[in-house]
């Protein structure tokens, strides 16, 4: 791997990820941007769980989608483990589905079934908050590399603090209609009872 080129282009990920006007928006500019940078990696998706309910985010390919439901049925997986793994292990790492598993026996023969070769998961976090995980997967057994482990790595640290900020930004801007709507509403019925702020009703 030419890592000159690999920072150019996480440079330029990082500044459009910036651009980006939404949350979805910026998940689906991380997977893509993961199919394009991660050596080996075919398919991404962002897992994130609610207990042990899972729903993927801004998945490049229906087998992400399909990984993550079996996951989900078996409570057993990498990227089930990455989400809720709270920054032990910082990555997970099937490197042959066709190999004998060790770890998750009961979801590697089933993912193999589904066309994975290898995968990694990353766990997505900030100082502040954990996200989920970032999801990489290869129709190769094998696909993936120690630098491919660095670059999904690198990526992955870039993906959760443009994800954290989106979705701050989010939340400010519902804040601010959600004060505007309850604004409009007050002078609604300002105006029809005859209130002011500091004069309540009789």
């Known amino acids: 791997m030419d890592w000159q080129v690999f920072a150019e282009e996480l440079a330029t990920m990082a500044r459009d990820l910036l651009a980006q006007d939404s949350v979805t928006a ?16 075919d398919a991404a998706g ?4 609610h ?22 049925r078996l ?36 993912a193999q079934k589904l066309g994975l070769g290898s995968m990694m998961g990353f766990l997505l976090y900030t100082d502040e908050e954990d996200l989920g995980a970032l999801n990489l997967y290869s129709r190769r057994p094998g696909a993936f590399t120690q630098n491919s482990e660095t670059a999904g790595w690198l990526l992955a640290s870039h993906a959760a603090v443009a994800f954290s900020g989106a979705r ?14 309850i604004g409009e509403a007050m002078g609604i019925l300002m105006g029809t009872r005859h209130l002011t702020e500091t004069h309540p009703p009789p």
């Open 75 to 110: 409570h057993e997986g990498p990227c089930f483990d990455a989400a809720h793994n709270h920054r032990g292990e910082r990555v997970f790492r099937i490197a042959d589905f066709t190999a004998h598993a060790e770890r998750w026996p009961a979801y590697v023969p089933p």
């Open 46 to 49: 962002i897992l994130i769980l």
């Open 26 to 41: 910026t998940l689906e500019k991380i997977t893509a941007s993961a199919t394009e940078l991660v050596e080996g990696c």
């Open 51 to 72: 207990g042990r309910q899972v729903e993927t985010l801004a998945p490049t390919d229906q087998i992400v989608i399909d990984s993550d439901q079996l996951q989900e």
């Open 168 to 181: 701050t930004h989010a939340q400010m801007e519902q804040a601010i209609a959600t004060r505007h709507t």
